[in-house]
């Protein structure tokens, strides 16, 4: 029985319906997943597909506007779990624990959007929860981070203008230093998705 499972985090279509999909860091982020889930497959590992949704909101995220899917070109195979969130951790308002515990997963692999949001909210709640964390940030996406005092209507243009907005690069980076040695192993997509059965 295979003790690890990667985690698709979000990685739909509700993201690229929002104006600062364009300044993404990683369009191409379907296809990095993909190549994760390949080698998962591959290895016997388990798959989970998380959504985030946010009901009655009028939203991206609420269900009825149709963009709560995975992003053209993800597909699930049968028997791997999809499941529906409405926090920005995985585990809290799903049933993510029961399914891992029922697999027997010791190890989990994190991929997804956003980078510093639901990944690494996860990531610390599966590593105080006892899980061994992987954390492939190559394999995840985010957009620039603009500064709290900023409006939240403000737009793209706005929130690139100002000098206080957090680029992709720079929110990866402090990711990456809060979560590594703490809460996670960070591993390159090369190495996670290069990994040989019974390595």
């Known amino acids: 029985m295979t003790q690890t499972a990667l985690i698709v985090i979000d990685v739909q279509e509700s993201f690229r319906v929002r104006p600062n999909w364009q300044a993404v860091n990683h369009p191409d982020i379907a296809d990095r997943v993909n190549r994760l889930v390949a080698s998962a497959r591959e290895r016997g590992d388990l798959v989970v597909w998380v959504l985030h949704t946010e009901p009655g909101t009028g939203g991206a995220f609420d269900p009825a506007n149709g963009h709560v899917r995975l992003i053209e070109g993800l597909e699930p195979r049968d028997g791997e779990p999809v499941i529906r969130k409405t926090s920005h951790n995985a585990f809290t308002t799903t049933n993510l624990q029961q399914v891992l515990t029922q697999h027997g997963i010791r190890e989990l692999v994190i991929s997804g959007i956003r980078t510093e949001q639901c990944c690494e909210t996860t990531t610390r709640v599966a590593s105080d929860l006892g899980y061994d964390v992987v954390f492939v940030t190559e394999a995840t996406a985010t957009t620039p981070l603009p500064h709290w005092t900023l409006p939240a209507d403000a737009s793209l243009d706005e929130v690139l203008a100002d000098p ?24 390159t997509l090369d190495e996670q998705a290069g990994l040989l059965v019974g390595s």
Do not use: S
């Open 164 to 187: 206080r907005t957090l680029m992709p690069a720079v929110v990866v980076e402090r990711t990456e230093y809060a979560l590594a040695g703490r809460f996670a192993t960070i591993r």
